[in-house]
């Protein structure tokens, strides 16, 4: 079935353009939450009408993306994770937590739009994530993994028995 989608929907399309989806689909989904419409002449009429509306929103979009791609990649991202004497860390650093430390620092980016070059990283270093943007546009975020203070974590442990101790002994 043809349809003309009246907004933007994930892993679909974009607002305006016309997609040929299953029928149980479009019957099920995508007709009753107002998301598209049937493909006929007075849809097609009423979006040629739209259609400059749609490009100026599409042209805005490309835009922010492209303000977006700058700021990520000029942004340094440090991590600290703790690991071994031999760098390797005790967890991962995955999506998740490179888009935690992007919200940080004010970026809001969905985890699913972060690609690693692997699964996860898992050692102290430098590494580079690709950030999917708007359309084919992506950008290239440094990151830099570094080791948790060994003794920073030793103080911590003997602040925490101390008070395990002096609350044992009240």
């Known amino acids: ?36 419409v049937p493909y006929n002449e007075a849809t097609v009429l009423m979006f040629e009408a739209k259609k400059a509306e749609i490009e100026a929103r599409k042209e805005q979009k490309r835009k922010d993306s492209a303000s977006l791609k700058e700021k990520l990649e000029a942004a340094n991202i440090e991590i600290s994770m703790p690991a071994g004497n031999n760098g390797k860390l005790y967890g991962a650093v995955t999506t998740n937590v490179i888009a935690d430390a992007l919200a940080k620092l004010g970026f809001e980016v969905e985890r699913k739009r972060i690609d690693l070059a692997g699964i996860a990283i898992k050692t102290v270093g430098n590494y580079k994530a690709t950030v999917k943007l708007y359309e084919a546009q992506t950008a290239e975020v440094k990151i830099a993994v570094v080791a948790q203070d060994s003794e920073n974590k030793a103080e911590a442990k003997k602040e925490k028995k101390a008070e395990a101790t002096e609350e044992k002994a009240e």
Do not use: H, Q
């Not at 994930?10 to 040929?20: F, I, M, Q, R, T």
């Open 1 to 36: 079935m043809k349809v003309i989608l009246n907004v933007d929907v994930k892993s679909l399309g974009e607002e305006g353009d016309v997609k040929n989806v299953a029928n149980g689909y479009a019957r099920n989904f995508l007709l009753p939450r107002n998301l598209a």
